[in-house]
C-alpha cells in the first residue's frame, strides 16, 4: 500500500508506522502525525502541520427512501492549507456524536 500526502510539499517520516499504529475510527484512521482517508490502492493523509482548524457539527445524510428524510449524522470537519495558499475544507462522516468528538479531540 502508497501513501500519498494531501497537502504539496508537506509529507511526514514514516507514514506506514503512523498508519499502523493510528487509532480507527468508524472506518477512519487517526495517527500521531496525521489523519488517513483509507482508499484500495492507496491510503491519503494530511499531516497535523497543515491543519489549521477542526470541529464537528451535526448534519443529515441524504437517502433515497420513502420517508423524505435524512439520516441524523455528524460531520467531523477539517481545514487544512493544501501547500499552495490554499484552505481546503475535509469532511468525515460519522454516525455517533461520541466518535466525532474523540476525533476531534485525537485531531486537536
Known sequence: MSY????AGMTIADPKT???NAVCIDHYY?????????HFF???YIPYG??????????????????G???AV????????????ELVLQKYILE?????????ELIA
Open 4 to 7: 500519498k500526502s494531501l497537502v
Open 18 to 20: 503512523d498508519r499502523k
Open 30 to 38: 487517526v495517527g500521531k502525525e496525521a489523519v488517513y482517508i483509507t
Open 42 to 44: 492507496q491510503d491519503t
Open 50 to 67: 497543515a491543519v489549521r482548524k477542526v470541529w464537528y457539527q451535526p448534519t443529515q445524510l441524504n437517502v433515497s427512501c420513502s420517508c
Open 69 to 71: 428524510k435524512g439520516l
Open 74 to 85: 455528524f460531520a467531523v470537519c477539517v481545514q487544512y492549507d493544501n501547500g499552495q495558499g
Open 96 to 104: 455517533k456524536e461520541a466518535d466525532a468528538a474523540k476525533m476531534v
